[in-house]
């Protein structure tokens, strides 16, 4: 990581850009977002001005970012600020003790100056159009104010330049007291850790420690606050690279939770196919039983269908004769019946499985199926481990009792 100052700017390093690049695309922030208001989600630069025809952007304890008018408006409802984005409480009554956005200022000035655009004077009551910018005083001045800022002993080796020369050069506006809103602050309390106007000096920090905001003091203060900057980019680095194993970790977790639910799925499929092709098996063997035993009896009722009626013919044609014949037409059917053995009872037997049985042909469940369920539903089982505690453990030894004891772990896992 590197950081650049020139021309009293900082400019972002290579790990600023690249950490901001890894918050918009892996952490999905958005990053138009930044540049609206939290609360009625207007860009910055078209957000409403104030009475002088600059934009007021003020930053929320949270460093979300508002315009004046919409704090504002929530100031008069709440002495308590809820941003909408982060839900974090801001609790100051004060709007002019919230910290302007002087990155965004600076560049929506910049930009009206650019544009060639009009606002207002920083010095006169008229507000009437400015023309001039002061890079001493960092205030914008129309002609008149202009001419008076030369002639003034106080102000008059200040550099002076045509606001429309400004493109690409920077664009900063004054900083007034919260309290005392016609005075500037033009010192730093050491004591209090805080900017002060004149009239707060006299009255509050009179025997404080204070410094001008320029010189060796205000460079020591860049440096001081560059080495916290370094510090928060080592911190950032950290936690950037922990972000990143998590998210892998979640995608691995994402890949195996659907590599295992492909599994149970197919191991499903394949239950259900195994038992479908067992259930066709048996069903198969069922049929084939069933329909031999069906032919058997069918030809054996066929048989007894035959016997039973010609047996019928026999009795009805002899008892017809024996009833109404004479005795040699009596005589004539004894030597036909005798010559073919037709009375006979063993003549018109059938066997079957034995006289006088019922047949039947029976087909039973002969498995155990609560066992079979059971079988089925133990059939498979599904493992849990934590790598990254094993990786500990094959490191540390296992880790200490307590540790152990106090871990945490997670649901489903087997023990």
Known sequence: ARCVR?????????????????????????????????????AFKDAQRTRSGKHEIK??????????????????????????????RT????????????????????????????????????????????????????????????????????????LQEQQGNTVHRAAYCSEHREQKLEFYCQTCDCMCCRTCILREHENHTYKLPAGGFAETQRQLMGAHIEQLRDLAKTLQQRHQVLSKAIRAFDENQEASQSNLKSLRAQATAAIERRRDDLLSQVDTFMDWHKTTFAQKQALLTSKMVFLWRAIDFVEKVLARGTNVEVLFLTSFIASRNLLQANSFEVHIDGPDREMDACVAWSGDMVEALRTLQGMAEVRFWDTGREREAAAGGGGSQGARDGDQRSPGSKT
């Open 59 to 88: 930053v929320l304890h949270c460093l979300h970012s508002a315009c004046g008018s919409c704090l504002e408006d929530s100031l008069r409802t709440s002495d308590v600020v809820m941003c909408p984005i982060c839900d974090a």
């Open 6 to 42: 020139g021309a009293g700017r900082v400019h972002m390093g290579d790990f600023t850009s690249e950490l901001g690049h890894y918050v918009k695309q892996e952490l999905g922030v958005d990053w138009q977002a930044v540049e609206r208001c939290v609360f009625c989600r207007v």
């Open 91 to 162: 609790e100051q009554k004060s709007y002019h003790k919230y910290l302007c956005n002087f990155a965004v200022h600076e560049g929506i000035d910049r930009g009206t100056a650019e544009a060639q655009q009009v606002f207002a004077c920083d010095e006169c009551v008229e507000s009437c159009p400015a023309v001039q910018y002061c890079q001493q005083c960092s205030r914008s001045l129309c002609l008149e104010c202009s001419n008076h800022h030369q002639r003034s002993k106080a102000t008059n080796g200040h550099t002076l330049a045509p």
